[in-house]
């Protein structure tokens, strides 16, 4: 009996953490700041040369 316990507690564990992965994410994917700040450069290139000139 502990041994078919043990066996399905792993098999359990494993559908628990493949459908986890396969779950839709809440948290958006982590930017950089340097890749952040090239995104924003290229997004409005007149606003970093305006108020230079």
Known sequence: MNRQKKIKH??????????AKLAPKSKPKYICKADRLKVDA????????????
């Open 10 to 19: 792993l098999l359990k564990a494993h559908a628990k953490k493949a459908s």
């Open 42 to 53: 290229e997004a409005s290139p007149d606003a970093i040369i305006a108020p230079s000139a």
